[in-house]
T-cell receptor
Framework: AQSVTQLDSQVPVFEEAPVELRCNYS??????LFWYVQYPNQGLQLLLK??????LVKGINGFEAEFNKSQTSFHLRKPSVHISDTAEYFC????????????FGTGTRLQVTL | DAGVIQSPRHEVTEMGQEVTLRCKPI?????LFWYRQTMMRGLELLIY????????DSGMPEDRFSAKMPNASFSTLKIQPSEPRDSAVYFC??????????????FGPGTRLTVL
């Protein structure tokens, strides 16, 4: 079984500042990792994913994440945020076997202000 | 493609009533997932199907909840009888076949359920 910990429930940041949203996972097997974003009153949409290969993954809207196997982390970063990035961000993990079940973290609310 | 379609978008009902939530997955997707989102518990997987067959229903809270997928293009989540603690946003998601694929899940807009 896997688990995901998002260490920050809320992250306030000023527009154009950099941001990092933290995600740590626990698993006894190899995993795939995902970041999803949820805008107000909408469903979740995929930001980026790590399957294999380069540990630095680039996603949509200027976000990127780095897979660190030794620290079991998959932190999400953006060098300069915009007001429109205000949303809830979810880290998720699944094992690389045949099961399709994703395990989500509890989410981090990113609040961008002027 | 229209994406995952859920109906209704909002549902308000009284305790004890039956509630049926509906989902149409993206055409060609083999997996369908039902999630519940609350402030207290976050996003919880309730059940998922592969090729219309329930694979894992360990997240279904109790016998009042049931889910069906009679065909590849339609699924329902039923709560009978409903209780105030069932109030939440219920999401449906679908995913293409796994076995080496990305397994990205595509989410619907959700159904906001309020049980009075």
């Amino acid at each position: 079984a896997q688990s995901v910990t998002q260490l920050d429930s809320q992250v306030p940041v000023f527009e154009e500042a950099p941001v990092e949203l933290r995600c740590n996972y626990s698993s006894s097997v190899s995993v795939y990792l995902f970041w999803y974003v949820q805008y107000p009153n909408q469903g979740l949409q995929l930001l980026l994913k790590y399957l294999s290969g380069s540990t630095l993954v680039k996603g949509i809207n200027g976000f990127e994440a780095e897979f660190n196997k030794s620290q079991t982390s998959f932190h999400l970063r953006k060098p300069s945020v915009h007001i429109s990035d205000t949303a809830e961000y979810f880290c998720a993990v699944r094992d690389t076997g045949t099961a399709s079940k994703l395990t989500f973290g509890t989410g981090t609310r990113l609040q961008v202000t002027l | 493609d229209a994406g995952v379609i859920q109906s209704p978008r909002h549902e308000v009902t009284e305790m004890g009533q039956e509630v049926t939530l509906r989902c149409k997955p993206i055409s060609g997707h083999d997996y369908l997932f039902w999630y519940r989102q609350t402030m207290m518990r976050g996003l919880e997987l309730l059940i998922y199907f592969n090729n219309n067959v329930p694979i894992d229903d360990s997240g279904m809270p109790e016998d009042r909840f049931s889910a069906k997928m009679p065909n590849a293009s339609f699924s329902t989540l039923k709560i009978q009888p409903s209780e105030p603690r069932d109030s939440a946003v219920y999401f449906c998601a679908s995913s293409p076949i796994s076995g080496g694929a990305t397994n990205e899940q595509f989410f619907g807009p959700g159904t906001r359920l309020t049980v009075l």
